[in-house]
Nanobody, 122 residues
Framework: VQLQASGGGLVQAGGSLRLTCAAS????????TAWFRQAPGKDREFVAA????????YYADSVKGRFIISGDNAKNTVYLQMNSLKREDTAVYYC????????????????WGQGTLVTVSS
């Protein structure tokens, strides 16, 4: 499975961005697809995830109410709509795919994209 993340960029605080994760090589049915992020000097952290079976979604408390994860099964693509962005959302965002384990746990995810940089300015 290859994952391609895109959509990052520079945005002012309060603005919006939409990230895209496109998968190829295998369908994501029954997988969890997640977004993680890593700010400079910090560990990679969970942001949001979606499970294709049942369309369940999961969010970190820090983004709940501001970010929306969604998927297009036909296109094998997952989106992360980020609204009301804050400076602390600045990070490299990675999409990941995994099958077994806790949705929030980084070790669940065996497939990773290359990351896309999101910079939020004040």
């Amino acid at each position: 499975v290859q994952l391609q993340a895109s959509g990052g960029g520079l945005v002012q605080a309060g603005g919006s961005l939409r990230l895209t994760c496109a998968a190829s090589g295998r369908t994501f049915s029954n997988y969890a697809t997640a977004w993680f992020r890593q700010a400079p000097g910090k560990d990679r952290e969970f942001v949001a995830a979606i499970r294709w079976s049942g369309d369940s979604t999961y969010y970190a408390d820090s983004v709940k109410g501001r970010f929306i994860i969604s998927g297009d099964n036909a296109k094998n693509t997952v989106y992360l709509q980020m609204n009301s962005l804050k400076r602390e959302d600045t990070a490299v965002y990675y999409c990941a795919g995994g099958l077994y384990g806790s949705t929030y746990y980084i070790g669940t995810y065996e497939y990773w994209g290359q990351g896309t940089l999101v910079t939020v300015s004040s």
